[in-house]
Structure formats: structure tokens, C-alpha cells
């Protein structure tokens, strides 16, 4: 069981908005701000979408977004793309130097 | 444009010592954190630990007894040792080097390496 709680799995159509939330604890989420998430494609490596809770690296579209509220933290996709059907991993850091992901989401675009 | 690649034996037997290496190339190690995670087929995500370009490291708690990783500036590698291995290993290794001077933001990934335990 992982230590942070993602739903299985979301859906929307292309054009739509789906959010996907990550629950954890005061002693992860709730405690830092430093909550990401991560997009993977089959057989491919995780890419980062969303680093510090909000924040997008370069290349990333703006479509993709995050937010937090107490314990769960939210990855929003606006303007759903085809392309986007994906799993998609939140992380956090963690009490005592540690650091936990997400059991992860498989994201449909219908 | 760093790129990471991950190599090592793809079967290791029960109880033995599962060895990776991952090479970086494109950029240097100095100036980062670099990061171990691996993924059992069809599972989540686990990071294992990470070590700083100077050596100090820091790991998944439920993994300490069993990890060792290590950097190489010389040869600008990293590595990963985990003992006494058991079914339950099986995964996709990846290594990861951290943004910035964070410990928590895998920002490039090598393209991971599977690794199965079985005798």
C-alpha cells in the first residue's frame, strides 16, 4: 500500500478538465509544500509536471496545474488532450528526510 | 543535454546482491543530489534514496538495512547496491538526478532498467 492515496483512475474528453487529488498527512503533504507530480507514459520514464506544489518547469504546457489544501494536494489538466492519457504520480516530501509517492492514476481522455 | 543511462545484470538470484550502475553524460555529477526509484511491473512508484555528489546519502527507511549508494565523479557514475534480494524486488530501476538543490524533484530520468529476481 502506498503511502500517499491517489484514485486508480479519471476520465474526461478531449477539450475538458479533470482533477486527479493526492491524499497524505501532516506529516507529508500537510506539513511541506513540496508536493510534485509526475506524468508516464507506457513503458516510458516518469516526467515532472509540477514541482512545489504549483510550480511548472519549463516546457510543460499551462493546462497542467497543482494546488494544495491541508493534506491533499490536486493535479488539474485543462483543455484535455489526447496526447495527456497517461498515469500520472503525485510525490511529497516527507517527515525524517523521506520522500513518498503516490499509488498513481491512470488518466483516460474518452 | 545530461542524459542518464542505467546498466547492470537484468536477473539476479535470491538472496544475492543486486548491482546497477547508472552514467551520466552531457552535464556533471558535482553540484546535484542524485536519486535511485524503482517500479515493480504495473505498480507505483518507490524511491529508494539518494546520494549528494560529496557522498553523503540519505535512504528510504524501509530499505536502509539493504541499500547502498554511491557516486563516482571520476567516472561520473552512480550506483546501487541492494542486498539479499527477493521476488519482491523485481521492478524497473531508474536513476534521477534532483533539481536544483532540492531532495525531493526528479526534474531528468535515465530510461530505467528491469531487473528480476529469480533463481
Known amino acids: 500500500q502506498s503511502a500517499l492515496t491517489q484514485p486508480p483512475s479519471a476520465s474526461g474528453s478531449p477539450g475538458q478538465s479533470v482533477t486527479i487529488s493526492c491524499t497524505g498527512t501532516i506529516r507529508d503533504i500537510g506539513g511541506y509544500n513540496y508536493v510534485s507530480w509526475y506524468q508516464q507514459h507506457p513503458g516510458k520514464a516518469p516526467k515532472l509536471m509540477i514541482y512545489e506544489v504549483s510550480k511548472r518547469p519549463s516546457g510543460v504546457p499551462d493546462r497542467f496545474s497543482g494546488s494544495k489544501s491541508g493534506n491533499t494536494a490536486s493535479l488539474t489538466v485543462s483543455g484535455l488532450q489526447a496526447e495527456d492519457e497517461a498515469d500520472y504520480y503525485c510525490s511529497s516530501f516527507a517527515h525524517s528526510n523521506n520522500l513518498l509517492f503516490g499509488g498513481g492514476t491512470k488518466l483516460t481522455v474518452l | 543535454q545530461v542524459q542518464l543511462q542505467e546498466s547492470g545484470p537484468g536477473l539476479v538470484k535470491p538472496s544475492e546482491t543486486l548491482s546497477l550502475t547508472c552514467s551520466v553524460s552531457g552535464g556533471f555529477i558535482k553540484g546535484y543530489y542524485w536519486s535511485w526509484i524503482r517500479q515493480p511491473p504495473g505498480k507505483a512508484l518507490e524511491w529508494i534514496g539518494y546520494?549528494?555528489?560529496?557522498?553523503?546519502?540519505n535512504y528510504n527507511p524501509s530499505l536502509k538495512s539493504r541499500v547502498t549508494i554511491s557516486v563516482d565523479t571520476s567516472k561520473n557514475q552512480i550506483s546501487l547496491k541492494l542486498s539479499s534480494v527477493t521476488a519482491a524486488d523485481t521492478a524497473v530501476y531508474y536513476c534521477?538526478?534532483?533539481?536544483?538543490?532540492?531532495?525531493?524533484?526528479?526534474?531528468?530520468w535515465g530510461q530505467g532498467t528491469m531487473v528480476t529476481v529469480s533463481s
Open positions: 534521477a538526478r534532483l533539481y536544483d538543490s532540492s531532495v525531493d524533484v526528479f526534474d531528468i
Open positions: 546520494v549528494y555528489y560529496s557522498g553523503s546519502t
